[in-house]
């Protein structure tokens, strides 16, 4: 199996930045895709952020021109720099990735257990 651990969330003033960070581990062939998404209280689960294993990135309107995804394929981790944080980005982010336990498997979801960013006005 492949576990998928987040940090670098926490509390930011409005205007300020933080970087999350994603860190894949276990059973490893491949990983394709990576990407963020996020879940405030009430809400259903959004899509931030994606890269390819290539590096073409994919991004939400929301996050456009303020958050920057990156990936380090050598160390199976994936970035997301956060500039210019909102009140509205308040929420729990979680990475994912589609990865391959060995040649002959297909590739399958994973998710981390997420980390709360919280910006205040």
């Known amino acids: 199996q492949v576990q998928l651990v987040e940090s670098g969330g926490g509390l930011v003033q409005a205007g300020g930045s933080l970087r999350l960070s994603c860190a894949a581990s276990?059973?490893?062939?491949?990983?394709?895709?990576m990407g963020w998404y996020r879940q405030a209280p009430g809400k259903q689960r959004e899509f931030i952020a994606a890269?390819?294993?290539?590096?073409?990135?994919n991004y939400a309107d929301s996050v456009k021109g303020r958050f920057t995804i990156s990936r380090d394929n050598a160390k199976n981790t994936v970035y997301l720099q956060m500039n210019s944080l909102k009140p509205e980005d308040t929420a729990v982010y979680y990475c994912n990735a589609e990865a391959m336990t060995s040649i002959i498997t297909w590739p399958d979801d994973y998710w981390g257990q997420g980390t709360q960013v919280t910006v205040s006005s």
């Open positions: 890269i390819t294993s290539g590096g073409s990135t």
């Open positions: 276990g059973r490893i062939f491949k990983i394709n895709g």
